[in-house]
């Protein structure tokens, strides 16, 4: 390939490797990152660089012993990567699996949510429902540990324009499931064919030169799919009411919605749900559940969890800390000492815990609040989703409780599939959760049904959760309110004296995974950094 | 489930079985169309009804020979709809593979295009391009075949906002990579801004009543991302300059582009590229090449292909049609006789085969063109595109005459990859096509190179395909002109005395493997027809 090299690639890369020999591949990188050779999201990840096994002596390190409370995302990137530096660490668990909120409800999974009576996922073997985290947007963070433990992925499906959109009291289009193609192509069409006549004919006063003014008439006339006069009369975007097909069979376009119809349904309100950073295509799934994450963890940091582990009091000293725990298998209340203690416990549950805190940190912890969040997997008979409609993965978005239905990502073509019946926010998840898990079933079922009839001949079981009331979560993620960021939130991203709090809660890449792992990365880094200096 | 089921349901469904012992499931799944239990894609598909084996005398059906011209996806499907009711069908196929266009080239996979000398597949075992086909919608009725064959599939990352814009000549953003999400978030953060102040202002004489408005404009500052002020000011749709993290760190968005800088990039040209029926997501592929597809019609027509068997005449009488062909291993003339004839070979390589057809017939097929196409698969000895810059699949765009770069959708966080160094039509595909395979490659990583560096280092392989060169293809699919699907169309879609003709040219779904199959299904039909009136 030397003779396709051009001048400047050839200088670019001379001085990447003069930089190499001066200043080691740490420099290459940051060098590449300035030229444009890397993302901001490549160089971000970059940011962490692992504790060196070889920047202390062996006694230093095995000295240094470090609790970790909690083995979700957070506890366990905390004693991966000081396991791997040499450290001596042990996480706490309170229940028999590591994850926390990544979690893989299979058959004979159990959960008693709080006053409610035990629920037992009578899913068939093989099928699954994700009941926390469920996707990962190719940029994360998380993807680092994918790659390094080789863990197999699979695309999350987040966009599918065959699923659909369904509303009800909105006019003339209640009740109506719209594929989404339909309402994104009248939204778009409607929307560019006014914007571009009032361009063309000059009714707005825009900053632009007459042939600016054309390029963004040319652009409305592509995004809505305008004729020549720049009307929007329908487009195959939207689909057809008669598919195309052999020979003479051209197929027919579906007639567009009335722009007042289309505007009434609120439909377009639910475009820009693809369009956040964190939901853009694409997005993957470890093959055969997210438990697949927390699983390639726990492989690697044998004996260092102890499960059933529910911790009941922190303490500490000048010189370490001292978390005392339950041990649920036993009954009986057990201590472990260590120089510093990393908790990830999530801060409703913390908020109960005895602890000799700062009273600006206990203050802190008490104050922050937690999103409602509930999920239900429906396993069917038959994946009529796909078999009688076409749809492979995606969701559908309703007005209704139900808020959305997720199709499997995963299994395609199977004879079952686990759908994800809801996943609910805020409100929404407040009524679901408030019900019991019979009532939630029936009522996932029956709206469900307005848009899939299948549902109530192809239904076969049912699990579901309301993450504010799973004990040892009581919440779906952390919700900073008003000026709690500017307020109390610091004081929790500060050690308090041997203690340092991770997790998702402890960064801005919050409800996502790649936020406990950024957190703990700090931690680590804290750590590592403040016991060199000892 | 009784409990949960509503009177209406209850009645559908009684309805629905009250007519199904009536008229049997045909009847019943034309009902549940009628009802919109079933999609237009299903009904569609459920227009052809498979030739019934007892519905003809075997002596009857074994007494007819077919004889089908070209293994492609149209004389497969031809070949194993007929054989499925018992006819006795032969294929005749010039190349040693079935598939036709739908052809995965790997390792040792040898073409020598016309006029050029032979390029060789130098690809490491396992990694492939899909030279034709790639991808499929997930409604074509291509998706039924890999349902009843069982083939496995994976999604087809059709849509990544990860993924590049490029474009050289379009003032302050030339020679600028920009990821997607940047240009869709400006184009339609401005665009949105422009028409909401006109909507609020008034400036716009809308048919909309005071509260529609309304809706309009919330519509327009979730669509553009807009503050309360109507303004667009950026958002993190587009992306940080600095990425959000762990503990303060909340991140910097990126600043917008200006509109000027947007309008003139031509950038927001390419978002309506994602919104075409058949390119919308989901769409689809068979994990390990596209070749899986002809490959399990191949195993179900055992000894009913002959390979190597260059058709060179069809002579046609009043009881049955006669093909000489060349077999080019030995080199000899051969005949075989049959009732009937499909002929899937594509019009340019047709239109030079001896053939008896009518006059009109013979005009109609020398008259049409084809589209040219051509790709090049560049093997790369690390997949920097995942590792550096995160982009799991998708594509990138650009207005160089590479066109398009598309990333492997499969085999994620491998060592190495296959990458579409170009998927380009027309003008672009003659320019590139009237080059030498050296030729091909070096400007395909040269352009390529400017969007990503790394080509330069990591280059080690490529494989191109110039579709207008390649021997018995002579064109990537059919292409229409004026109005000759008015003029010379209708008479390709009918049999010339005992020939039809099958494939993509005889569709409405050109340039997809669902236009051969469903063509091949209307002629499956028709003759089972015209043999069942004998």
């Known amino acids: 390939m030397e003779t396709t090299k051009t001048a400047k690639e050839m200088s670019r890369r001379q001085f990447l490797t003069t930089v190499g020999k001066l200043g080691g591949g740490a420099a290459v990188f940051s060098v590449m990152g300035t030229l444009g050779l890397l993302s901001p999201e490549t160089l971000k990840a970059a940011d962490f660089v692992p504790p060196d096994m070889n920047e202390l002596s062996m006694s230093k390190r095995g000295g240094k012993k470090i609790i970790i409370l909690g083995a979700g995302i957070a506890g366990l990137t905390a004693?991966?990567?000081l396991g791997q530096a040499g450290y001596d660490c042990?996480?706490?668990?309170?229940?028999?699996?590591?994850?926390?909120?990544?979690?893989?409800v299979r058959r004979g999974t159990t959960v008693a949510e709080i006053?409610?009576?035990k629920q037992v996922a009578r899913f068939d073997d093989g099928l699954y429902l994700n009941a926390g985290p469920m996707r990962i947007p190719q940029f994360h963070v998380t993807m680092e540990y994918i790659r390094k433990f080789g863990i197999p992925i699979e695309p999350f499906n987040n966009v599918n324009d065959h699923a659909y959109y369904y509303n009800e009291d909105v006019g003339e289009l209640s009740g109506q499931k719209i594929r989404k193609r339909e309402a994104k192509a009248d939204v778009r069409g409607y929307v560019s064919e006014l914007m571009a006549k009032a361009v063309s004919q000059q009714a707005l006063d825009l900053p632009l030169t007459a042939e600016e003014k054309e390029k963004l008439v040319a652009y409305l006339r592509t995004e809505g799919g305008l004729d020549a006069d720049l009307f929007y009369k329908g487009t195959s975007r939207g689909g057809y009411k008669d598919e195309p097909g052999a020979r003479l069979d051209a197929g027919v376009v579906r007639d567009p919605f009335s722009m007042k119809a289309i505007i009434n349904s609120g439909f377009g309100n639910y475009l820009s749900s693809e369009y956040g950073y964190d939901q853009q295509m694409m997005?993957?799934?470890?093959?055969?559940?997210?438990?697949?994450?927390?699983?390639?963890?726990?492989?690697?940091?044998k004996g260092k969890i102890q499960y059933h582990a529910e911790v009941v009091e922190i303490k500490q000293s000048?010189?370490?800390?001292?978390v005392f725990f339950k041990h649920l298998g036993t009954g009986e209340t057990r201590k472990i000492e260590g120089e510093y203690c990393i908790c990830t416990i999530p801060l409703p549950v913390l908020k109960s815990i005895k602890a000799d805190f700062s009273p600006g940190m206990k203050q802190a912890i008490d104050s922050i609040g937690y999103a409602s969040a509930g999920k239900i997997g429906l396993q069917f008979?038959?994946?009529?989703?796909?078999?009688?409609?076409?749809i492979y993965g995606g969701n559908t978005l309703t007005n209704m409780d139900i808020s959305s239905i997720y199709y499997p990502p995963t299994g395609y073509m199977q004879k079952k599939g686990v759908l994800l019946g809801y996943y609910a926010f805020g409100a929404n998840a407040d009524k679901l959760g408030a019900m019991t898990f019979r009532e939630r079933e029936a009522h996932a079922v029956n709206q469900g049904a307005k848009i899939h009839p299948q549902y109530h001949k192809e239904f076969e079981a049912s699990f579901s959760v309301d993450w504010k009331r799973i004990k040892y979560n009581l919440g779906g993620w952390v919700s900073y309110s008003?000026?709690?960021?500017?307020?109390?939130?610091?004081?929790?991203?500060?050690p308090d004296r041997r203690v340092y709090l991770a997790g998702e809660h402890i960064s801005y890449i919050t409800?996502?995974?790649?936020?406990?792992?950024?957190?703990?990365?700090a931690v680590v880094t804290d750590i590592h950094q403040r016991v060199m200096k000892e």
């Open 482 to 494: 008003g000026d709690q960021r500017q307020t109390v939130y610091p004081t929790l991203c500060k």
């Open 511 to 521: 409800a996502w995974m790649a936020g406990g792992i950024e957190s703990a990365r």
């Open 90 to 104: 042990t996480i706490l668990e309170a229940r028999a699996r590591s994850g926390g909120r990544i979690w893989s």
């Open 79 to 81: 004693a991966y990567e």
């Open 115 to 117: 006053g409610a009576s």
């Open 283 to 301: 997005m993957f799934h470890p093959v055969g559940g997210i438990d697949a994450i927390p699983n390639a963890f726990e492989k690697r940091l």
């Open 381 to 390: 008979k038959r994946r009529f989703w796909e078999e009688d409609e076409q």
């Open 318 to 322: 000048d010189s370490g800390v001292t």
